[in-house]
């Protein structure tokens, strides 16, 4: 099963476990997301919204705040010494899809444990 959503002004069309970049959503890393404008439900009778599908949500897991790679905007008018340069970065929130829910189902997969580094065993005294 499929779903094509709609975020931050741009479609993105998703499946379960699938991690992607969108603009900045408000949530703490490791919690659980709803995003509501679902346009497709896709599968073995695809439901197309108009313009959304009612009840249909997509959660999804908060995995990361960080900013886009810098975009730089020069002007520059020949001759006549004047230039601009301006630039900035995008907010990105990292999310990886953990369901599609239809008919105003709620979430029941809840955010993945965080892993925690292994310590290494202590060395064995080489003096002994």
Not at 9 to 31: A, F, M, N, T
Not at 73 to 96: A, M, P
Not at 99 to 108: C, H, Q, R, V
């Amino acid at each position: 099963m499929f779903a094509v959503i709609k975020t931050g002004g741009r479609q993105y069309r998703v499946v379960p476990e699938d991690v992607l970049e969108v603009g900045k959503i408000e949530g703490e890393v490791g919690s659980i997301v709803q995003l509501g404008e679902v346009l497709v439900l896709g599968g073995d009778t695809p439901v197309l919204g108009v313009p959304t599908v009612a009840g249909a949500t997509v959660a999804a897991e908060v995995l990361d705040h960080k900013r886009g790679p810098k975009v730089i905007s020069f002007k520059k008018r020949r001759r006549k010494n004047s230039k601009r340069k301006r630039g900035y970065r995008d907010e990105i929130t990292v999310l990886r899809i953990t369901e599609i829910l239809a008919d105003g189902k709620s979430p029941t997969v809840g955010p993945r444990p965080k892993r925690v580094k292994a310590e290494p065993a202590p060395a064995a005294d080489a003096a002994e």
